[in-house]
């Protein structure tokens, strides 16, 4: 199993970055795909998850508006597009998939709900 997360980069305010998360060796159509962040010295938070089978996202209430969750069944990939980024965004963001069929959408915050993780990507946002 795979995870290849991509896109991050120096932006500046204001500015928008699409990132990318290429899975591969692991079954999605029931899966729960997530993007989490974790800022220098701070806890890994959760941003947003999207369910694969049916499109259906959720997002963390600070990032609503901001950022938006996709997938594309066909390559296997999700996307997390972040516009209007701050300098607050600054964070390594990680991708995540939970295989199982997990409706229990409280617990797709929860970073011990995915079973595997990506290496991350870095998105610094200049002010």
């Known amino acids: 199993v795979q995870l290849q997360a991509s896109g991050g980069g120096l932006v500046q305010a204001g500015e928008s970055l699409r990132l990318s998360c290429s899975v591969s060796?692991?079954?999605?159509?029931?899966?729960?795909m997530g993007w989490f962040r974790q800022a220098p010295g701070k806890e890994r938070e959760f941003v947003a998850a999207i369910q694969w089978y049916n499109a259906r996202p959720l997002y963390v209430d600070s990032l609503k508006g901001r950022f938006t969750i996709s997938r594309d069944r066909a390559t296997n990939t999700v996307f997390l597009q972040m516009n209007s980024l701050k300098p607050e965004d600054t964070a390594v963001y990680y991708c995540?998939?939970?295989?199982?069929?997990?409706?229990?959408?409280?617990?797709?915050?929860?970073?011990?709900?995915?079973?595997?993780w990506g290496q991350g990507t870095l998105v610094t946002v200049s002010s």
């Open positions: 060796g692991l079954s999605l159509g029931s899966a729960v």
């Open positions: 995540a998939a939970d295989p199982t069929y997990n409706v229990d959408r409280t617990s797709w915050s929860c970073p011990d709900t995915y079973n595997y």
